[in-house]
Antibody, heavy 125, light 107 residues
């Protein structure tokens, strides 16, 4: 059974860098049919797609965050990570890591089949 | 980015009721839509993908329909374990975007 677990500081100071790691168990990060995503939900707001990374290191970032986001993979430790720079209070949110399944087909079906439980990151001095 | 408008934001229902939740996309997204269930403190759970394909292990009382810009999640015969928040996710184009969520509460 695939499990994803987020880890990292729960409190980050404004202007600093938020760093989170997601550890995968029960499967390999190197699966060719999967992308690995970060998603967040600020208090009282809807979910927001931050971006995703492939096992090769290829990334896609949400255009609204692309100037501050970096994602990477560590296949030897079965982990992937998120860095978000220059954080403000608006970055306070529950951060989730997730696995995207890609089904090769004429329409390239994608869906998230596994999520972590989420970790609350608060930006405050 | 494609905007997903989900309604209602909350609803009250009784065990055994039939419940319908709707998501509308700001542009055509073919059938590239999934539905998820989320309970507090837990990981969200995939219910349906590609509009109407039931994820393995999900009870058949959950069903999805729609195409183009309008999509529906139906829960027939609501069970006590179904009280949760439900949200949609479009995967037609990047960035993927979510509905605002619907909280299903006990009447």
């Amino acid at each position: 059974q695939v499990q994803l677990q987020e880890s990292g500081p729960g409190l980050v100071k404004p202007s600093q860098t938020l760093s989170l790691t997601c550890t995968l168990s029960g499967d390999s990060l190197s699966g060719r049919s999967f992308y690995w995503a970060w998603i967040r939900q600020p208090p009282g707001k809807e979910l927001q797609w931050i971006g995703n990374v492939y096992y090769t290191g290829r990334t896609y970032y949400n255009p609204s965050l692309t100037s501050r986001v970096t994602m990477s993979v560590d296949t030897s430790n079965n982990q992937f990570s998120l860095k978000l720079t220059s954080v403000t209070a608006a970055d306070t949110a529950v951060y989730y890591c997730a696995r995207i399944v890609v089904v090769p087909s004429a329409t390239l079906t994608r869906y998230i089949d596994s999520w972590g439980q989420g970790t609350l990151v608060t930006v405050s001095s | 980015a494609i905007q997903m408008t989900q309604s209602p934001s909350s609803l009250s229902a009784s065990v055994g009721d039939r419940v319908t939740i709707t998501c509308r996309a700001s542009q055509v997204i073919r059938n590239d839509l999934g539905w998820y269930q989320h309970k507090p403190g837990k990981a969200p759970k995939l219910l349906i993908y590609a509009t109407s394909t039931l994820q393995s292990g999900v009870p058949s009382r959950f069903s999805g329909s729609g195409s183009g810009t309008a999509f529906t999640l139906t829960i027939s015969d609501l069970q006590p374990e179904d009280f949760a928040t439900y949200f949609c996710l479009q995967d037609y184009s990047n960035p993927m975007t979510f509905g605002q969520g619907t909280k299903v509460e006990i009447k």
